[in-house]
């Protein structure tokens, strides 16, 4: 039995080490590896693939991650590049109270808003919270086409109510000193939409920060003896922008006879910054024109994946505390000039966070804090928070993707204070 087994033990495989008799009839020896030689040799290799493969992956992940950190930072940075470059034009900003004064005037409140069908509308119904409300200038330059028209000199259309007659032969069309820039006034809003458990094949299902806007029109312009100039029958006979009833009026008192190159968005109504009061109290009576159809002014992202960590997570710090709840609800962070946009009057120059109350549904129903602002409406000046989550680019599990003492680094958070230009120079009538 003994004799057996060491027999068997001893069989070579392959290269085995064995007697081969060749033609001549000499006897050779062939060295090779044993069975359990073999594989112990397998079983060490596969160690080591596993051990670099383990390396290789980890490699791939982490650079994986350093890429998420780095889009995330430099989406985050180029949207509050955007904001500041936006908010520079601004002639008032609202804050937390002047924006409660409109909030049923801004587009999330209409009927007829765009749904979020799209998944591009902001009802009040899809988490949509407005943060930056503000009024800025708007320039038509004169190069601006209408059609296959130069703005300046428009030939009239029999039947297209965007045109204006005047005279366009050759002499009189090259001399018409008209049609310069034009600075109009434009209503901007910023929303942070939650697309928590929207399903969207299309977006991060993280959150949003959409942009809405609606404009006035370019009115016509015209210097005084001008060749080429309509005349005052002309002028006053042209199109206008008309309500539902065919009247040429912005709003139901103010009426509007002047023609427009380009007709104002349908329900603008200008504000009114020159009655007496502060440009808080004129911009919080400001209302839309009734025969309005936001649907057709579409809201537009401006970046994706922006932090969807609601308020309640005990692991968000938010830099700037809540509003006073008694008038004029001033907020002591937002009126120091290292965490909010600082004031040099504290009695008449009151700053406030908005959202005023990140708990409260109506006043933030997104439920979010990763877009905030504080504002100094009087002096145009905001400051603006933003924060990324760069886990959600790789984590679809959103109880895997929110912060930790240990992956702050994943949620780059940016602010900016930013002054506005005021109201100089604009025709406010």
């Known amino acids: ?19 081969k008799l060749l033609a001549n009839g000499k006897r050779i020896y062939v060295k090779g590896f044993t069975l359990i030689e073999l594989l112990v040799a397998m079983f060490i290799t596969s160690i080591i693939v596993s051990v670099m493969l383990t390396f290789l992956v980890g490699v791939l992940e982490s650079d994986r991650k350093e890429q ?39 587009p999330h409140k209409q009927s007829d808003a765009p749904n979020d069908s799209s998944t591009e509308g902001c009802r009040e119904d899809t988490k949509c919270t407005p943060i930056l409300v503000f009024w800025k200038r708007y320039v038509y330059e004169p190069t601006t086409k209408l059609g296959t028209d130069y703005l300046g000199c428009l030939p009239y259309k029999s039947g297209t109510a965007d045109y204006i007659a005047c005279n366009t032969s050759a002499s009189s069309a090259s001399a018409a000193p008209f049609g310069g820039d034009n600075f109009t006034f434009s ?129 968000i710090k938010i830099d700037v505390g809540a509003n006073s709840t008694t008038a004029p609800f001033n907020n002591p962070d937002c009126q120091d000039p290292v965490k909010g946009v600082g004031v040099t009057d504290p009695v008449n120059m009151i700053a406030q966070r908005v959202p005023a109350d990140f708990s409260n549904g109506i006043a933030n129903p997104s439920e979010l804090t990763s877009f905030y602002a504080c504002v100094a409406p009087e002096q145009v000046t905001a400051r603006v928070y933003l924060r990324g989550n760069a886990l959600s680019r790789i984590q679809f599990n959103r109880t895997l993707r929110k912060p930790t ?13 930013i002054f506005g230009r005021s109201s100089l120079g604009l025709n406010k009538k």
């Open 1 to 19: 039995m003994k004799k057996t087994i060491r027999k068997f033990l001893s069989l070579r495989i392959g290269s085995l080490q064995r007697k």
């Open 405 to 417: 003492d240990n992956n702050s680094t994943f949620f780059p958070s940016l602010n900016a204070r």
């Open 68 to 106: 998420a950190k780095s889009e995330a930072q430099e989406e985050v940075q180029a949207a509050l590049s955007y904001i500041t470059d936006d908010i520079q034009e601004a002639l008032y900003i609202y804050d937390a109270t002047s924006l409660s004064a409109i909030n049923s005037q801004l």
């Open 187 to 315: 209503l901007v809003a910023y929303y942070l939409k939650s697309d928590v458990n929207n399903n969207s094949s299309t977006w991060s299902n993280t959150s949003r920060i959409l942009r809405w806007e609606l404009k006035d029109g370019y009115r016509w312009y015209c210097a005084d003896n001008s060749v080429g100039c309509p005349d005052d029958k002309k002028l006053n006979g042209g199109p206008s922008y008309r309500d539902s009833n065919g009247n040429p009026a912005i709003s139901p008192v103010i009426t509007d006879k002047n023609p427009y190159f380009i007709l104002p968005d349908k329900g603008f109504n200008r504000p009114d910054f020159v009655s007496a009061g502060t440009l808080s109290q004129n911009a919080s009576k400001w209302k839309k024109f009734d025969d309005f159809d936001f649907g057709t002014n579409k809201f537009t992202t401006l970046v994706d994946f922006i932090d969807d960590t609601k308020y309640d997570d005990t692991q």
